[in-house]
């Protein structure tokens, strides 16, 4: 199986994201999995921001793109071809202020690309092109927003849902670790037994389809009010 593994952390050896999803490719290897990763962090290679050559260019028809429209969008075609290529794709990031970090919003206007990974069908139709890839998100947040007064304040999965809904993805898995920052050391530590719990349960699926998906986590009540972090 061959996995893009992306990380959007601004943070390096203290991201609980980042341990999280090392933890799940071990415990792929552990399942008898042979796992190929192609290994993205975009802290470190971030896409560029969409500018005005880049929105001419990927509208442009691509038998009339012009040499230098070509080059634009060079690093994006790649990024694109990546995704495509894959078998499974592991997205792991923190919550950062309810939303994604900007970096991986950069990867996903990169990487949402009309005749690459989404087509127009014949009768009109928009059909994105990652349908037969499995897809991981892999998210970590301060605060616990299962349930409660402030489980509408997540942006970060609805749009996770909608943008790769739009390129194909009908059923990502997401195993969010949360109260990780605003939270005291028992409920940080119960957090992230969670999350590894479910991780290795995805890891058992991914490995034998046979076996049943893991299930959601079942939500709970809660009060927190806090800036979501890592």
């Given at each position: 199986?061959?996995?893009?593994?992306?990380?959007?952390?601004?943070?390096?050896e203290?991201?609980?994201?980042?341990?999280?999803?090392?933890?799940?490719l071990?415990?792929?290897?552990?399942?008898?999995?042979?796992?190929?990763?192609?290994?993205?962090?975009?802290?470190?290679?971030t896409p560029?921001?969409?500018?005005?050559?880049?929105a001419?260019?990927?509208?442009?028809?691509?038998?009339?793109?012009?040499?230098?429209?070509?080059?634009?969008?060079?690093?994006?075609?790649?990024?694109?071809?990546?995704?495509?290529?894959?078998?499974?794709?592991?997205?792991?990031?923190?919550?950062?202020?309810?939303?994604?970090p900007?970096?991986?919003?950069?990867?996903i206007?990169?990487v949402t690309?009309?005749?690459?990974t989404?087509?127009?069908?014949d009768?009109?139709?928009?059909?994105?092109?990652?349908?037969?890839?499995?897809?991981?998100?892999?998210?970590?947040r301060?605060?616990?927003?299962?349930a409660?007064?402030?489980?509408?304040?997540?942006?970060?999965?609805?749009?996770l849902?909608?943008?790769?809904?739009?390129?194909?993805?009908?059923d990502?898995?997401?195993?969010?670790?949360?109260?990780?920052?605003?939270?005291?050391?028992?409920?940080?530590?119960?957090?992230?037994?969670r999350?590894?719990?479910?991780?290795a349960?995805?890891?058992?699926?991914?490995?034998?389809?046979?076996?049943?998906?893991?299930?959601?986590?079942?939500?709970?009540?809660?009060?927190v009010?806090?800036?979501?972090q890592?």
């Amino acid at each position: 199986m061959k996995i893009m593994h992306v990380d959007a952390s601004a943070k390096r050896e203290r991201s609980n994201s980042r341990a999280l999803s090392q933890h799940f490719l071990e415990r792929l290897r552990e399942e008898g999995l042979d796992i190929e990763v192609d290994y993205l962090d975009v802290t470190v290679d971030t896409p560029p921001h969409v500018n005005e050559a880049f929105a001419i260019a990927t509208y442009t028809p691509s038998d009339e793109r012009t040499p230098a429209m070509k080059a634009t969008l060079a690093a994006s075609d790649a990024l694109c071809k990546r995704l495509l290529d894959a078998d499974a794709l592991v997205f792991a990031m923190p919550m950062y202020n309810w939303s994604m970090p900007s970096v991986f919003k950069a990867f996903i206007d990169s990487v949402t690309r009309t005749g690459l990974t989404y087509v127009f069908t014949d009768d009109g139709r928009i059909e994105g092109q990652l349908a037969r890839q499995k897809v991981l998100f892999i998210t970590s947040r301060g605060a616990d927003l299962r349930a409660g007064p402030y489980s509408s304040m997540d942006a970060l999965t609805p749009a996770l849902r909608a943008a790769f809904g739009f390129l194909g993805v009908a059923d990502p898995t997401f195993v969010d670790a949360q109260p990780l920052q605003f939270s005291d050391q028992a409920a940080r530590i119960e957090a992230l037994e969670r999350a590894r719990t479910e991780l290795a349960a995805v890891a058992a699926h991914w490995a034998n389809p046979a076996k049943p998906a893991p299930a959601p986590a079942l939500e709970q009540d809660n009060d927190v009010m806090a800036l979501s972090q890592e």
